[in-house]
């Protein structure tokens, strides 16, 4: 089947980080899995360190994989990889030998050595080569060692210490190498010993050394002694110095004859130390047990307990019951077990027929206790004990080995043969008990040495829980463990085969993996873990393993199911084939199915909707997609869940400086990255084709099971089938997207390293160094996209502030991590550094190209810029146009469809959420020329600088890199240009929304653009408020001679609503718009336009009348809250007439503008216009009723000739009979002067022979009112002045009135003589006017 098929709906709803969070927990959750392989205690099944117990006794410790149905005869469990001779030289040796012959192995330097009386062979067991010896000793050697030296004693070239022992003296050899091609190329020994002391008679058996350069040896006298040096010699030690720790601690100053003459001597023949806790193990020759305590620190010596043999075997024997007493005897090895194989047992020794004893040195779970005893608490029977066992089991041995479960036995079958026992547990991992299988080979010689070469672990390998995984979980990673035996024939190398080896022999056996057996691995691992195994040889690139690259791909594909539905949970497992987990005491299954069984221990639970009621649905996906996800998990292992940076602490002048440094060296970060590139490949491969399901002939899937799905049809059936390899597909594009960041995010932390990631930290701002030193790979992978763009941008930078080409890291960047680094990242790059060439650049040519170059570049880019940071390197280098340019492309790039502008024009719809993003986007764009014309603005505007200096001396530096006012004026006048030769309209909305807010409205009206009007338009209409638009917009058309429309804007200005126009304001506007209307009219004879002017004028005269209405209101006296309100609302508003007249004239009583009114509307009442004359006048005197009366007729005649001269024209508003009548009423009441109503009759205009007639009829009336107020004579007194004055004033008559005026003026005098003379002659009064009349008379005749 396709592994990654289509990507589904699903898929496309995720988001990448959910991707890689969801593949992120399947990784975590495979690696706890392997992390649950439990304690070699548990698996021995002893719950305490008193309760031992036994086990080899049944058919699944040792499982036979023919008897049990899982096909194999017997898979190896060591392979001989060759068989390499003596050197020539040496063999000639062996004739000339006269005391003593050993030999031995040093692997820590991948050597052989022998020694031969008292010359010492050393030699390279690989190949027989470096053959190198020591003749310097006289001595006989009985035994050497080769230990580390302590540090800072010796020169750092002497690597490693040779101690000889002779019964004479110990001598300790310096020994140094030459690297060439290995590390431990050529071998040099120091010719003179570093130290030599005497060995106080004593024979030393065996030399051990510990990691931290403490010597040990076991003296035959049974004692443990210690070779103790030191640089310097002290006030009461010596430079070295041999200490006996079986004995009291002085008894270095006893001879030694002395010691062992008061004890049976039983020989140490064994130490055996255990560096991870610091413990000392030793084994007499007659089996005793000791255990010492080198101290927490490994710096001190204790002995904490010692068990006899007989002790050991009783305690076996009690705890094997059924097993003969003689298999416990004798020890011949014993083998501590390191912390990283078990915190509760500490040691194991093997016993003649291959038993193995287990012992404790503390109650368990102490862990961190120092040895406080030995206690066996588990006997493990070899092969051979079980009931149903061929007859074949271990003897004789007498030379073993143990480390991380593997044992090897050596068995005598004779003088010149040896038969090697290997066991362990490689095959059955992740078990709850130890089942372990077993392979015999024949060596030709007796074995006089075994050991195994040193695996150096690397720092990242440590385990969290401090144990060592199993073997099927690093072997991608480590190499197989090999084992070198050494007999007198030569060295034999072997090699410990791991799972992966065991397939891949399968593989070439069988010639590929359609056979039995192939199948059969698969059933004795779990699918998953067969198909995890199968990818580690399928993802391979070398060449000579092609051929079994590809079998194992078929097995792959083959063997590694479907996914599958499974309803009620565990309902299958009764229809499950043959797993490890079934090998045990609770069943065996020969006679199961033989298909594997697919990965269902930990199932996705899915609901699926049309689900049958009461079943729960599990899907459980293939081996395939579980494989893929446990082998990336195996390959992440050592850096997954570890920290990415750790603080290297680093000594400078100033101080401790902590730098942040990368937690994985390159050499780490290059082998991991290798092996996800290698399975990325393959799954990127693999992802093209679809497979289909497995074939019927191979091993696919559990199928649904018919007593569970029988009621199910065949439809259904295959419908669940599909979606469950749907599920799985969606998986797997999960864990491929996790692969191909995983593969970036390694790549690009190697390229950091490689170029001093310390340096590239230091660059980061404090936030991202804090965020960077808390998190994990894993978290860096999954949320550190952000993070990792930052650090190549600091690398990028790197490289331009070094004025280097950015071309070759770009194009590596790119091909190792092109989604943290994509083509549009280079491309930046690339503008970037044009960028700083142009800085540098001299040539202003030469400089305009690099910028043209750099904007070409950055318009190139796809993906989204930072616009501001670029656009702000432009303006670092003048290159303003540049700005304006990139930020158009981009607003246009990032909605190329103009979704912003349909959003626009459509009004704003607030439910088109996507339009409101696009044109936010846009407006991002727009705002960097808008900010760089506001910078521009500001440094073309003179800052004035005081003069006054800050401190004495010369005045201060002008700063040379802000540019002149001048430069600022061109640069400003630039933008500005090419600005508006854009066709973007929403771009000079942006702009034009700018100017508004910069109050450069007037900058609007010198621009010429089709989208100006438009604009203004838009902005009055949507903020009703904004004068500012409407102000604008007449103006504009007033510009662009479109009166009409202008004349309507103001009109709409005049008329509207609010407190920030007053009323002089509206009508200036008023007065505009009239003026506009006019030019329009004048230029077309439109009837709609004449109506609209005449309107306006109407308008016109109301608002004057308001205004005299506001004048009037503002000249009282008393004042109000009320009147205040309304002159606010003769302010706020044009009022129509008839509010004026009632809510405010009527209101407050303001006759005169009643008065106007009245007038303007044309509304005629003559009792009203009479009585608000009469107002008027009355008014008029009350103000004046203060001031004197020549003041008084001034001040009313003043005021009443500038109302009159409003209504002389308008006969029916200016009743000037009634007027007269009632001034000359009022003025005779006080005695005013009588010409002062005729002379303001005049002032007015009335027609000075009208007046004269209006008086004749006053008089002639004989109103009772004059004799009422003893004043009949009034109006005769002020018709002779006002005759008098006429007489001497003809100019006030017309010249064609003239003659009538002679005429009339002497009849009425006449008339006036005879009503005097017919009145009594005894009134002075009357006999005075008679006289004034008569001298009138007589001065008329003479005109």
Not at 972 to 989: N, Q
Not at 1216 to 1222: L, M, S, T
Not at 1308 to 1337: F, M, P
Request: charged fraction near 20%; aromatic fraction near 8%.
């Amino acid at each position: 089947m396709s592994m990654l098929g289509g990507m589904t709906s699903f898929v496309e709803a995720t988001s990448h980080k959910d991707m890689l969070m969801l593949a992120g927990r399947l990784v975590d959750k495979h690696l706890q899995e392997d992390r649950n392989s439990l304690d070699l205690s548990e698996l021995l099944r002893v719950p305490l360190h008193s309760q031992p117990s036994v086990s080899g006794l049944h058919d699944f410790d040792y499982p036979s994989l023919l008897e049990t149905g899982i096909g194999l005869d017997a898979l190896s469990e060591i392979s001989n990889l060759k068989r390499v001779p003596l050197p020539p030289e040496l063999v000639e040796q062996f004739g000339r030998m006269q005391c003593n012959c050993m030999m031995g192995l040093f692997p820590e330097i991948e050597r052989a050595w022998l020694s031969i009386d008292s010359d010492i062979f050393v030699w390279k067991y690989e190949d027989g080569g470096d053959l190198a010896y020591f003749d310097g000793i006289n001595e006989t050697i009985l035994s050497a060692a080769l230990v580390k030296p302590k540090r800072g004693i010796f020169q750092p070239h002497i690597q490693y210490l040779l101690v000889l022992a002779t019964p004479v003296d110990i001598v300790l050899l310096g020994a140094s190498f030459t690297h060439t091609n290995a590390e431990y190329d050529e071998m040099h020994l120091l010719p003179e010993p570093l130290f030599s002391i005497p060995t106080d008679n004593t024979y030393i058996m065996n030399i051990v050394g510990t990691d931290t350069g403490r010597i040990f040896m076991a003296g035959k006298d049974g004692c443990l002694y210690e070779l103790a040096y030191q640089a310097d010699d002290g006030w009461f030690s010596r430079k070295c110095r041999k200490i006996n720790h079986s004995t009291s601690t002085l008894s270095f100053l006893v001879p030694s004859f002395l010691n062992f003459s008061f004890s049976e001597e039983d020989p140490l023949v064994q130490i055996r130390v255990d560096n991870s806790r610091n413990i000392l193990y030793c084994r007499t020759e007659k089996g005793c047990l000791q255990v010492y305590d080198l101290g927490q620190d490994g710096r001190s010596l204790s002995k904490t307990a010692a068990i006899p043999l007989q002790n050991i075997v009783h305690n076996s024997s009690h705890v094997a019951r059924t097993i003969d007493r003689s298999n416990f005897k004798p020890i011949v090895h014993i083998s501590p077990i390191e912390k990283s194989e078990s915190s509760n047992i500490h040691l194991v020794a093997l016993t003649q027929t291959g038993v193995r004893l287990y012992f404790t040195t503390n109650p368990f779970g102490t862990q961190k206790g120092r040895p406080s005893m030995l206690t066996l608490v588990h006997v493990r029977l070899p092969p051979g004990f079980l009931t149903s066992a061929a007859p074949q089991r271990p003897n004789n041995i007498h030379m073993a080995y143990y480390k991380q479960g593997c044992m090897i036995l050596l068995s005598s079958q004779g003088e010149n043969r040896d038969l090697m026992w290997t066991i362990g547990s490689d095959s059955f991992p992740f078990q709850n008990q130890l089942m372990e299988s077993h392979t015999t080979i024949g060596v030709e010689g007796r074995t006089w040495s075994i050991s195994e070469v040193e695996y150096v672990k690397p720092q990242s390998e440590q385990e969290a829980n401090g144990r060592d995984p199993p073997v099927v979980v690093t072997q991608h990673a480590k190499p197989p463990r090999k084992f070198v035996i050494l007999s007198a024939q030569g060295s034999h190398i072997m090699s410990k085969l791991r799972p992966v080896d065991q397939l891949r022999q399968l593989l070439i056996d069988c010639q590929g993996p359609d056979a039995e057996e192939v199948k059969a691995f698969f059933r004795l691992h779990k699918i998953e873990q067969a198909c995890a195994t199968c990818l580690i040889l399928a993802c391979t690139r070398l060449a000579t393993d092609q051929q079994v690259a590809d079998w194992a791909k078929m097995a792959f594909f083959l063997y590694g199911g479907e996914a599958q539905y499974t309803y009620g949970g565990g309902g299958l497992s009764g229809d499950r084939p043959l797993m490890p987990s079934n090998i045990g005491p609770s069943g065996m299954h020969p006679t199961q199915a033989s298909t594997p069984m697919p990965y269902g221990n930990q199932p996705m639970y899915h609901q699926q909707p049309g689900g049958l009621p009461g079943f729960m649905q599990d899907i459980n996906f293939s081996g395939k997609h579980n494989g893929i996800c446990l082998y990336l998990a195996r390959i992440l292992r050592p850096i997954w869940d570890m920290m990415v940076t750790k603080e290297f602490p680093c000594q400078t002048p100033e101080g401790t400086v902590n730098y942040l440094t990368c937690n994985f060296p390159s050499e780490d970060l290059g082998f991991v990255l290798e092996n996800v590139r290698e399975l990325s490949d393959f799954v990127d491969f693999n992802s093209k084709f679809d497979m289909g399901p497995a074939d019927s002939g191979g091993m696919g899937g559990v199928p649904f099971t018919p007593h569970i799905m029988g009621h199910m049809d065949e439809q259904t059936r295959r419908k669940m089938q599909a979606e469950a390899q749907r599920m799985e597909k969606v998986s797997l594009q999960q864990v491929q997207e996790l692969i191909h960041r995983v593969e970036e995010v390694l790549g690009l932390l190697k390229v950091l390293v490689d170029h001093q990631f310390h340096t590239l930290a230091v660059t980061l701002t404090n936030d991202e160094q804090n965020q960077l030193k808390s998190l994990t790979f894993k978290e860096f992978v999954i949320t550190g996209k952000e993070l990792c763009g930052t650090l190549i941008q600091c690398l990028i930078n790197r490289y331009l502030d070094d004025n280097a080409t950015t071309d070759a890291i770009s194009s590596r960047l790119r091909e190792i991590c092109p989604s943290l680094y994509s083509t549009d990242d280079a491309t930046c790059s690339k503008a970037n550094e044009m960028l700083q060439a142009a800085k540098i650049s001299q040539s202003p040519a030469e400089r305009r190209q690099h910028l043209l170059e750099a904007l070409r570049l950055y318009k190139s880019v796809s993906q989204p810029l930072q616009l501001a940071e670029v656009c702000n390197q432009f303006s670092s280098v003048h290159f303003y146009e540049g700005i304006v340019d990139l930020c158009l492309t981009m607003a246009n790039k990032r909605d190329p469809q103009k979704l912003a502008l349909h959003f626009y024009n459509n009004d704003e719809p607030p439910e088109d959420m996507q339009g409101v993003q696009e044109l936010m986007a846009r407006k991002e764009c727009y705002k960097c020329i808008t900010e760089t014309l506001g910078y521009l603005m500001t440094a073309s505007v003179p800052q004035g600088a005081s003069v006054i200096p800050k401190s004495p001396g010369p005045p201060p530096a002008v700063d040379s890199s802000r540019m002149s006012i001048e430069d600022a004026e061109q640069y400003k006048a630039e933008v500005f240009r090419l600005a508006l030769r854009s066709d973007d309209e929403l771009f000079h909305v942006s702009l034009y929304d700018w100017l508004f807010s910069m109050n450069m409205t007037d900058k609007l009206l010198e621009i010429q653009s089709p989208f100006l009007e438009q604009y203004l338009k838009r902005r009055a209409s949507y903020q009703s408020g904004d004068v500012a638009a409407l102000d604008l917009l007449w103006k504009y058309y007033e510009k662009i001679e479109n009166y009409p429309a202008a004349a309507r804007i103001l009109s709409r200005l005049a008329e509207r609503h609010g407190t920030d126009l007053d009323l002089q304001k509206r009508i200036v506007l008023l007065s505009r718009a009239i003026m506009c209307a006019k030019s329009s009219t004048s230029r077309s004879s439109s009837a709609v336009e004449g109506e609209f002017l005449h309107e306006l004028e109407e308008k016109m005269e109301v608002a004057r009348l308001q205004m005299n209405v506001l004048r009037a209101l503002t000249q009282e006296t008393v004042g109000g809250p009320d009147v205040q309100e309304a002159m606010s609302r003769l302010e706020s508003d044009l009022l129509d007439i008839t509010m004026l007249y009632e809510e405010f004239a009527d209101r407050f009583d303001l006759s005169e503008c009643k008065l106007s009114i009245v007038h303007c509307a044309g509304l005629y009442d003559n009792a009203l216009v009479e009585n608000l004359w009469q107002n008027i006048i009355d008014k008029e005197f009350e103000n004046t009723r203060s001031s004197a009366a020549t003041v008084r007729v001034r001040n009313i005649s003043n005021k009443l000739c500038a109302v009159g001269k409003t209504y002389i024209k308008a006969e029916r508003y200016f009743p000037f009979a009634f007027i007269v009548k009632y001034l000359e009423q009022r003025s005779c009441e006080l005695q005013f002067d009588v010409g002062w109503v005729y002379q303001l009759m005049l002032d007015i205009g009335v027609p000075a022979l009208r007046l004269l007639e209006l008086y004749d009829r006053m008089f002639k009336s004989r109103d009772p009112f004059w004799s009422s107020i003893n004043r009949p004579l009034h109006l005769l007194y002020v018709i002779h002045s006002f005759l008098n004055k006429l007489v001497d004033n003809t100019s006030l008559i017309p010249v064609y009135e003239r003659r009538q005026f002679g005429t009339m003026g002497l009849d009425y005098v006449a008339c006036y003589l005879v009503e005097l003379q017919s009145i009594s002659s005894v009134d002075v009064n009357v006999r005075t006017l008679v006289a004034n009349y008569k001298g009138l008379q007589a001065k008329m005749e003479r005109l």
